[in-house]
């Protein structure tokens, strides 16, 4: 049945009202109206859906919202700071072309963020291994690769 979920996303909790089986995908998109994790795959191969949990990133559609209760949700809306200044990382991409079509680049950046958090970010080899799980059908791939290594300083 239905209960409630109570999410903390960029700082603020909120609840919903849902069944345990929504996922944390589901649960921003079409109950928090946080459209900017991207449904690409719905099945954990594309990436585009990666938002941060307690910083680690995780693919939001293979995760459910009740396993995130409780924990610190970072999604591309919580980045910049109020008054619009750029996360570190948002402003690489922008400055390197790390887009095209932009339907990944959610995902692309907050799993860029968690890369260099965690440490993967060594070189150009190591970035391109960690960041393999995040597909770019405009094949963006050099530039993501070199705004990474940017936003690591
Ligand atoms: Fe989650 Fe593709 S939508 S990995």
Same mark, same amino acid.
């Given at each position: 049945g239905v209960s409630t979920i109570s999410l903390k996303v960029n700082g603020t909790v909120r609840s919903i009202r849902a #069944?345990?089986?929504?996922t944390l995908l589901d649960a921003l998109r #079409? %109950? +928090? /109206?946080?459209? !900017?994790?991207?449904? !690409? *795959? /719905?099945? !954990? &191969? *594309?990436?585009?859906c990666t938002v941060l949990v307690d910083g680690r990133r995780v693919n939001s559609c293979l995760t459910l919202a009740v396993m995130s209760q409780g924990k610190e949700i970072t999604t591309? #809306? @919580? +980045?910049?700071? #109020? !008054?619009?200044?750029?996360h570190p990382m948002q402003a690489a991409f922008l400055k390197h072309d790390g887009? &095209? *079509? @932009? %339907?990944c680049t959610p995902g692309q950046i907050l799993s860029g963020i968690a890369c260099v958090q965690e440490g993967h970010a060594g070189s150009e080899a190591e970035v391109r291994e960690w960041m393999s799980g995040n597909l770019c059908r405009c094949s963006a791939y050099p530039n993501i690769t070199a705004a990474i290594l940017e936003a690591k300083g």
């Open positions: #069944e345990p089986r929504v #079409e %109950y +928090l /109206d946080l459209t !900017g994790s991207k449904k !690409g *795959c /719905d099945h !954990g &191969q *594309c990436g585009a591309i #809306e @919580g +980045l910049a700071k #109020e !008054g619009g200044e750029l887009f &095209q *079509c @932009g %339907y």
